[in-house]
């Protein structure tokens, strides 16, 4: 009769304090966050490799403003391709030229999206976790958790089949839309999916599309995407396979898709470097947080791919609760600040897999009147649209992620010039020439600041020297107001570059009132609370 194996519980050198389930960027990104912060993590993820395929290819101006903050973007940029215009194709014909540019130019220091794929964006991140000493462990499926005594105590199957017990203070389910995490707290994922099957293709071509551009193609029954990779000449396609082929999904391949839009577009295929197909989804989970577990990513909510949000979602995920855990676990803030983490994450998933979905509902749907706005309409009106300041603003806000704000936050307070508490800090560069450091330098302390544009009384400067917060003076200028900065106005700015409080007077009983209401120490204050249990 067989035996079951023997659980053992792992000898670690330090207690884990949280434990990650899950190495795709929003648990890598979670990680490097809590590492950066003097954190001890556990990334575990089932699969043995590393993804070498997959769909997510754009990286927005707000993921690569929080990867600044992480000595991250110049890596990315880098790497990656600027998305500078995108071209539209109707039944055969090229319709129209959408040129982007810098369309957030004076909003962000990243006034464009990029071309990162997924796979070249994890590799970097778990680079950049290595060097701080943190190894992700391939093949160490989690199996479930409970919670018990104020930890979570998790059992683990590593790869050579035995079984783990791992404790920890807390545990992070970024393991993707069938989260074991989301299943053992037995959260519900309410949703549902598109009846469109799917194919993504990496591919070596030549042609018109392969201008480095975006290509959309639209017909009556067809969709095809290009999108351009680093290296010239390679692309990534993403098209809607036929219904006659639908049912035999699983043995697709290449050599069954439909080439007749790629034909049309006049894109010569010389090699397949890889091909997949897949189902999209639309689905948020009821709950992203239950006692000691959270969950974000996929594990939290999908949606469909329209304008490259899904990634970046998770990633904005993960550093809204980093920042938020590594205060609770070094004693530097109640426990009760992790409730805010469910409340602003959950109401942007939901926002935006409503949004995303009446968009792809439109480019897929091939009823009449979805077909006449597609074929017909669209092509018409969005040209002269983009050509408005206004109109690609908003655009860039909108897609960007720049425009996430967490106003209605038990975390927010206040409202100076247009910036109310809770919205995402106004970037503004260092002088008119645009030289120098910007106002987002400062943020790469990962901790509190106090910024002040114009001049700092001096008691704010007391209560700034008293409780170690660290005062930013900008010398004001025209540009700060344009921006929906308060001449002399005081803001509290939490580790993620969001606003706490907005006081427009520049009073320091603002900042002491809100930071003695949440308990609240910071970096250099004396702790004056006993540090949760597990902190050594």
Avoid at 64 to 80: D, I, P, S
Avoid at 369 to 376: E, F, I, K, T
Avoid at 390 to 415: D, I, K, P
Avoid at 440 to 445: D, G, K, M, Q, R
Wanted: glycine share 10%; proline share 4%.
């Amino acid at each position: 009769m067989d035996t079951a194996p023997e659980t053992v519980e792992r000898a670690h050198g330090a207690r884990v304090e949280v434990l990650i389930a899950g190495a795709g960027p929003t648990g890598l990104v979670l990680a490097l966050w809590l590492a950066r912060r003097g954190v001890r993590v556990r990334v575990v993820d089932k699969k043995a490799e590393p993804e070498t395929t997959s769909r997510a290819l754009a990286v927005q101006a707000r993921t690569l403003e929080l990867y600044t903050q992480l000595g991250l973007a110049a890596a990315v940029v880098a790497r990656g391709r600027k998305l500078l215009a995108a071209n539209l194709w109707v039944a055969g014909r090229h319709r129209a030229r959408l040129f982007f540019g810098d369309m957030g130019a004076g909003l962000s220091p990243f006034p464009y999206a990029l071309i990162f794929p997924q796979e070249e964006h994890e590799r970097l991140l778990v680079e950049r976790l290595a060097a701080l000493g943190v190894e992700v462990e391939r093949g160490t499926e989690l199996l479930g958790f409970e919670e018990a005594t104020g930890r979570v105590r998790a059992r683990l199957r590593r790869s050579d089949g035995v079984l783990e017990a791992c404790e920890a203070a807390y545990i992070a389910g970024c393991d993707g839309a069938h989260s074991t995490v989301r299943e053992t707290m037995e959260i519900g994922f309410p949703g549902g999916t598109y009846a469109h099957l799917f194919y993504v293709a990496d591919v070596e071509a030549t042609g018109a599309a392969m201008n480095a551009e975006v290509h959309a193609a639209l017909d009556a029954t067809d969709f095809l995407a290009v999108f351009p990779l680093k290296a010239a000449g390679h692309a990534r396609l993403v098209g809607t396979v036929g219904e006659e082929s639908e049912h035999r999904h699983e043995t697709l391949s290449w050599a069954d898709v439909s080439k007749r839009v790629i034909d049309w577009m006049r894109i010569d295929v010389a090699r397949v470097n890889w091909f997949s197909t897949y189902r999209v989804h639309h689905r948020v989970a009821d709950h992203f947080r239950q006692g000691r577990a959270f969950l974000l990513g996929d594990a939290a909510h999908v949606h469909s791919p329209v304008g490259g949000q899904g990634m970046n979602t998770g990633i904005g995920d993960a550093a809204n609760l980093a920042w938020k855990l590594a205060a609770v676990v070094h004693g530097r803030a109640d426990g009760s600040l992790l409730d805010s983490y469910e409340p602003e994450r959950i109401a942007f998933a939901r926002r935006l897999v409503a949004t995303t979905d009446r968009a792809f509902t439109g480019i897929t749907n091939f009823g009449f009147v979805a077909r006449l706005v597609r074929l017909h309409i669209a092509p018409l009106v969005l040209p002269v649209l983009v050509r408005f300041a206004a109109v690609r603003r908003f655009m860039f806000r909108t897609v960007s992620q720049t425009g996430v704000q967490y106003r209605e936050s038990s975390l927010s307070e206040g409202r100076a010039g247009a910036v109310h508490g809770g919205d995402r800090l106004p970037w503004v560069k260092a002088n008119a020439s645009g030289a120098g450091e910007d106002n987002f330098a400062p943020l790469t302390s990962l901790d509190w600041q106090i910024h002040v544009y114009g001049r700092a009384t001096p008691e704010i400067q007391a209560v700034c020297d008293r409780r170690a917060l660290p005062l930013h003076v900008f010398s004001w200028r025209p540009d700060m107001a344009r921006a929906g900065l308060r001449r002399n106005a005081v803001y509290l700015v939490r580790p993620d570059g969001y606003v706490a409080v907005a006081d427009p007077v520049g009073s320091a009983a603002a900042v002491t009132s809100y930071l003695d209401a949440r308990k609240l120490t910071l970096e250099g204050e004396r702790l004056s609370r006993t540090p949760v249990e597990g902190k050594r």
